[in-house]
Structure formats: C-alpha cells, structure tokens
Nanobody, 124 residues
C-alpha cells in the first residue's frame, strides 16, 4: 500500500493551494480518507475526512469554510482544496486511509495507512 501526497509549497497568506494524495495497492473506493497535519513542535491534528462514497465529510473547526476535501475513486486520489490560507496553517500535511469506508473519525489511531507528508508553508 502506498499513499503519495504532493502539492505542498510556499504560499502567501490568503492564497489557495490544492493537495493531492494518490493511493495504490488498496481498493481505494472501499476506504475512508482523511488529511491530518503537524506543525513544528505540535501534535498531529485532524484536518478533514471523507467517506468511501464522498457522501459525508468532516472538518476541523479551524478549517471549516476554507478547506474542502474531495475524492475521485476512478483515479484513486483524494484532494484537499485550501483557500484563504493563514500562517497558522503551516504544517506537514499527511493523507491517511481507514478500512471502514463508511466511518470517518478525527482520531489518527483509526487510520490504517499513511502517506509521507507534504509541507505547506504560509507566509504572512
């Protein structure tokens, strides 16, 4: 199983960025997917999650209204569209997969597979 996250970079505050996570080696359409992030010196935190069908999503309060999680099961890819970025969004962003596709949870321990992370840096 491989989850490859990419799309990070350095952006000014209030700009937008799209992260992608391409999955292989697993029946992607059966898995719930999520994004987490970890800022320097902080714990990893939940950002957003989406069920196998895309019918249900969940977001951390800090990103609601600014971030959107979407998936393309035909391409085995999950996306995180990030708008109105703030310096406090600076972190390494990780994608994760959970085998119970209809269930999404904000707890990292619920996820079975993880990508390598992609760094997002938002300048003020």
């Amino acid at each position: 199983v491989q989850l490859q996250a990419f799309g990070g970079g350095l952006v000014p505050a209030w700009e937008s960025l799209r992260l992608s996570c391409a999955a292989s080696g697993l029946p992607f359409g059966n898995y719930a997917m999520a994004w987490f992030r970890q800022a320097p010196g902080k714990e990893r935190e939940f950002v957003a999650a989406i069920t196998w069908s895309g019918g249900t999503t969940d977001y951390a309060d800090s990103v609601k209204g600014r971030f959107t999680i979407l998936r393309d099961n035909a391409e085995s890819t999950v996306y995180l569209h990030m708008n109105d970025l703030k310096p406090e969004d600076t972190a390494v962003y990780y994608c994760a997969a959970e085998i119970y596709g209809a269930s999404i949870a904000p707890n990292a321990s619920e996820y079975h597979y993880w990508g390598q992370g992609t760094l997002v840096t938002v300048s003020s």
